[in-house]
């Protein structure tokens, strides 16, 4: 498995919208805006591919201020997950932010992910919210 940084604008960057899509938006009856995906420019994107650098799953790190990155959506592959893969990909992104000198990770967790990132170290913080219609939990981690 490879984890490789994604340009946005790129054909790399329209698959990994399909698959955030496929596996994020799609199952609640939602469609990413142009606007939503024109205010993505200025993000850092990482996608981790299989051997055959087929795209399996995704994440976007957002710059929250100049000591906190905000970590938005993880997508992996159906037949790629609980192999690994999301882990992987949390555990690179974790190590660029600390590379950037930053040292908070923060996101909002559906209430399905909460178990996955509370074993990466996250915790829970304040009550459960309404995100695109459903449950979910901030969580936090310090670098």
Request: charged content about 25%.
């Amino acid at each position: 498995m490879y984890i490789l940084p994604i340009i946005w604008g790129t054909p790399e960057y329209d698959e990994a919208v399909q698959l955030r899509y496929d596996i994020l938006r799609k199952p609640l009856g939602l469609e990413y805006s142009p606007e939503q995906l024109a205010e993505e420019f200025d993000q850092l994107h990482l996608g981790a591919y299989d051997s055959a650098f087929t795209l399996i799953a995704y994440l976007n790190l957002t710059r929250v201020d100049e000591k906190k990155m905000k970590m938005r959506q993880v997508a992996v592959a159906i037949d790629w997950q609980k192999k690994g893969v999301g882990k992987k990909l949390v555990l690179t992104s974790e190590q660029m932010v600390k590379s950037l000198e930053m040292d908070q990770m923060v996101l909002h967790a559906r209430e399905s992910a909460v178990p996955f990132y509370l074993k990466l170290g996250y915790s829970v913080v304040g009550k459960e919210f309404q995100e695109v219609g459903i449950p979910h939990w901030r969580m936090e981690k310090n670098m």
